[in-house]
């Protein structure tokens, strides 16, 4: 189902559209039910948050729309009363737009019946709520809560605004990770040789020095960041076999000459068995860098402010 099929059911069972935050809703007597569309999954997500005095009674509800609709999977979590309902359901064709109607239905009637009453998506207090879009997803919040977490938000991006990056210091920073980090791996490389797991220590001390040493990370910064890293993981691998042809020398008695032990590093990566061994570990290392790179974007993701908006109602 496109975007735009999508709407145009939404529509024909009386929920409202959100562009932004690309889901739907649906108010009557206090509750708001949310629908959304998630694409990777293929799936339908209905979500309601809501509380009751009858758990015994509310399962058995659950029970029964679950046996009588085989495809859907339906989750319930209840937490000193508080009843968070999640609907997911398998896209099948065009029949997927009969099943939704039963589940619409469905909310509609157990928001109904009387046996549960609506309560605010963050605090899960009886309250009168509105719908708001936090960041990119429809929630709905009380006015208190809503006060609140708009503090919470000025204040936040108030302190980003305030932190300035330092850009020079915060190379100087990740140069500083790199060195800490390479010098770990070549001298504990002999004990263990897992160049995957050095390649994310190397990555993490050099994202752990523009940080701190830069004060505010941005994404071009992230890049200069992953550069660093590669190059000091390619020097690290680099010397930490020649410090282990070193050791292979000195133990057969040839005493420990540096220079004989990169020259005979140099002539080992002519055979084709070592040098592509060495080219394995460096694509493994940089698949570990490149994995911690992008879990450093979704954490900036997650931790800056989330924007709030005004009541969709």
Partial sequence: MTEGEFQEFLITVGYRYNAKSKSGFNTFDGFHTIVEFLTDENRYSFRLSAVTDDIAALSGKLSAFSADNKTFVTKAKYKDKKVVLNVKMTID???????????????????????????????SRNRKTGVYIVGSELVPICEKCIVRKRKQYERRRDMFIKKKQNMPAGIAGAVF???????????????????????????????????????RAT?????????????????????????????????????????????????????????????FEIIIGTAVMAVIGVIYFLKRMFTRPLKISKNLL
């Fill in 93 to 123: 064709s065009e029949i997927d737009k009969e099943h939704l109607k039963e589940v619409t239905r469905f909310f509609t009637e157990l928001c109904k019946s009387g046996s549960i009453h609506p309560v605010c998506g963050v605090c």
């Fill in 177 to 215: 990770g790199a060195i800490l980090g390479a010098s770990l791996y070549i001298l504990l490389y002999q004990f263990w040789s897992g160049w995957g797991i050095w390649a994310g220590v190397i990555v993490s001390c050099v994202f752990g020095g523009y940080v701190v040493a830069g004060k």
């Fill in 219 to 279: 994404k071009l910064s992230a890049v200069i960041c992953e550069i660093i890293a590669f190059f000091s993981f390619i020097f690290a691998e680099y010397c930490a076999v020649v410090a282990n042809m070193a050791i292979l020398i000195e133990r057969n008695g040839g005493g420990i000459v540096v220079t004989e032990a990169i020259e005979s590093t140099n002539n080992s990566l002519t055979t084709f068995s070592i040098l592509n061994d060495l080219i």
